[in-house]
């Protein structure tokens, strides 16, 4: 079984900045795509950023240029460096990774994380 726990949600005011990290555990061959998502209150879940287990990355439009996505395979974890929010940044944020373990590839999510933009 493989868990996915999430930190570094929380309340920030515009123009601020967040990073939240995501770290797996459990019996893990190897981890390939690890990505982020966020949910806002009456709306469908959407994508964040995406990264590759070589570095290539994908970003929302929304977020390009000012969230960066990074991964430390060492330590089976992936980070979401989060500038200049908005109010729009506002949602549940979800950290998704595709796993191998011994017996199974699997798509595992974090419990979700809130992020609050407000003054």
């Known amino acids: 079984q493989v868990q996915l726990v999430e930190s570094g949600g929380g309340l920030v005011q515009p123009g601020g900045s967040l990073r939240l990290s995501c770290a797996a555990s459990?019996?893990?061959?190897?981890?390939?795509?690890m990505g982020w998502y966020r949910q806002a209150p009456g709306k469908q879940r959407e994508l964040v950023a995406l990264i590759s287990p070589v570095g290539d990355t994908n970003y929302g439009g929304s977020v390009k240029g000012r969230f960066t996505i990074s991964r430390d395979n060492a330590k089976n974890t992936v980070l979401l460096q989060m500038n200049s929010l908005k109010p729009e940044d506002t949602a549940v944020y979800y950290c998704n990774m595709d796993v191998s373990t011994p017996i199974l590839y699997e798509t595992y999510w974090g419990q979700g994380t809130q992020v609050t933009v407000s003054s």
């Open positions: 459990g019996t893990i061959v190897k981890i390939w795509d």
